[in-house]
């Protein structure tokens, strides 16, 4: 990871499994967000990272961005705090905000940690669902599936609608809901014109702190935070249909060569490099 310390006045002040944060001391509304290489799958940061992978996910959020008619939260304007050179294809110079303490998952399609839930229950995250579905079925409309962000380093805990609204309260609650449920429909919208279906997503929003307006946050529609698929392999079926636009090649090696006890193996060569051509296909297909 390149060191932004000492670099024009930007200071480190957290890192995350993926992204490092920044402040500048004569800009204390704007952070800078860089995205790193770094791959993490079952809460464990992973070794070898995946080359370029910090910038094409800072390419894909920036691309959303500039489709999406809501507030987001990069910063424009006159005044602005230099870049770093060698951080900017994958940095974003954002306004600072009261993020707020939920992510809002939004599933189009019944899988991973939904099919898990179905498979014993009927339900997933608590809601019930129509009997007979299939891992991968697209479901009778997509679920808003709120968590409770957890510390660092704990997993975070799946909540539901009315838990969101003694978190947030119900005005906030409702907006974070329905907010998330209209990304959700238009980027669908976007990718299926690309041949991608969409299958599930999270988001993560904040508050202005000067207007309180609901301001979209964080990584966006990307394949670190999204399951994308192949729509006509769906379309055909056949074992392949839910391949993933994602680190699903990383997470299938894993669970076939770790017991999730210790620490993880490092990834040999040729996982990381199908890895890495799975993010670019993704951003080819989408911004092409």
Not at 22 to 34: D, S, T
Not at 198 to 221: N, R, S
Request: negative net charge; contains cysteine.
């Amino acid at each position: 990871m390149t060191d932004a310390r000492a670099m024009l006045g930007w200071h480190h002040v957290y890192s995350g499994k993926v992204r490092d944060l920044y402040e500048h001391p004569q800009h204390p509304a704007l952070m800078l967000v860089v995205a790193s290489d770094r791959v993490s799958a079952f809460d464990h940061v992973l070794e070898p990272g995946i080359p370029g992978k910090g910038a094409l996910l800072t390419q894909l959020t920036r691309w959303w961005f500039s489709r999406l008619s809501v507030p987001n939260h990069l910063a424009s304007g006159d005044d602005l705090p230099a870049v770093p050179a060698e951080l900017a294809d994958r940095a974003m110079l954002v306004r600072r905000l009261d993020m707020l303490p939920i992510e809002c998952v939004v599933r189009g399609y019944l899988t991973g940690s939904g099919w898990a839930e179905y498979q014993a229950s009927g339900t997933v995250c608590g809601i019930p669902l129509p009997t007979g579905l299939r891992d991968g079925d697209r479901l009778p409309e997509p679920l808003y599936t709120p968590a409770f962000k957890a510390p660092l380093g704990e997993h975070d805990e799946n909540i539901t609608f009315e838990r969101s609204v003694e978190l947030v309260g119900l005005d906030r609650a409702t907006q974070l809901r329905d907010a998330s449920l209209a990304i959700f429909a238009t980027a669908s919208a976007i990718a299926a014109e690309r041949g991608v279906l969409l299958a599930d997503t999270k988001f993560e929003f904040g508050t202005d702190p000067t207007t309180g307006v609901l301001t979209l946050a964080d990584e966006v529609l990307t394949s670190d935070s999204s399951r994308y698929w192949d729509a006509s392999l769906y379309a055909a079926g056949g074992p392949n249909r839910m391949d993933s636009f994602d680190k699903q090649i990383v997470r299938d090696w894993l669970a076939a060569h770790w017991n999730k006890t210790g620490e993880p193996p490092a990834l040999p060569p040729e996982i990381v490099e199908r890895t890495a051509a799975r993010y670019r296909e993704l951003i080819d297909r989408l911004c092409s």
